[in-house]
């Protein structure tokens, strides 16, 4: 019997040739995932400068590497967000809530484009759904309480301050805390 004929050659065969085919196409994939990370990185360095135009170009070519990779997702709509074009951070944001739905910070930043839009129930639904994921989520926090500003709801809005403060988040503490005195400093107040 020839051995080219024998099945458990054949499949032996087979086997090595999966084998190797699967060593070389993992490491493909994960210089793939490596390299979404790295644009993802020069996306952020980018926003850092400025440089909006050359943060979407990054955080896009991120996703050529990684479609499924969700935070250039996430990181284009905060470019949006700061550019005011808050219908393509909706979008940005629904397509990474598609990729991963359990990710607050989807929610965060949704809370935030629809807070910019002034359709406040909105932000407040997505500020919630954002601090039932991660309770301890500072962006979260802050987004609720901004929105109870907004909402002119200074209880509530304090009761947000002290959970950020409780945190030690300094900048976003003091971020909400301009907010409050800035909405609520006309009306009788005490001591945040």
Request: proline share 5%; aromatic share 14%.
């Amino acid at each position: 019997m020839k051995l080219s004929n024998n099945p458990f050659f054949l499949k032996l065969t087979f086997y090595f040739f999966t084998l190797s085919l699967g060593l070389l196409i993992y490491p493909l994939a994960q210089a793939e995932t490596e390299s979404a990370r790295y644009f993802n990185r020069l996306g952020k360095e980018s926003f850092a400068r400025q440089d909006y135009e050359n943060a979407l170009a990054y955080f896009n070519k991120a996703i050529e590497f990684d479609p499924n990779y969700v935070y250039p997702r996430i990181n284009i709509a905060v470019v949006y967000i700061k550019k005011g074009d808050y219908e393509a951070a909706i979008s940005q944001l629904k397509k990474a809530e598609e990729l991963n739905p359990q990710l607050p910070e989807i929610y965060a930043q949704l809370a935030t484009a629809f807070e910019k839009k002034g359709e406040l129930a909105l932000a407040l639904e997505y500020s919630k759904k954002a601090i039932s994921l991660r309770q301890d989520s500072p962006r979260s926090i802050y987004n609720l309480g901004f929105t109870y500003v907004l909402e002119g709801d200074r209880v509530s809005a304090l009761k947000q301050y002290r959970r950020l403060k409780q945190k030690g988040e300094e900048s976003l503490t003091n971020r909400l805390l301009e907010k409050i005195q800035r909405k609520f400093m006309s009306q009788p107040s005490g001591s945040p």
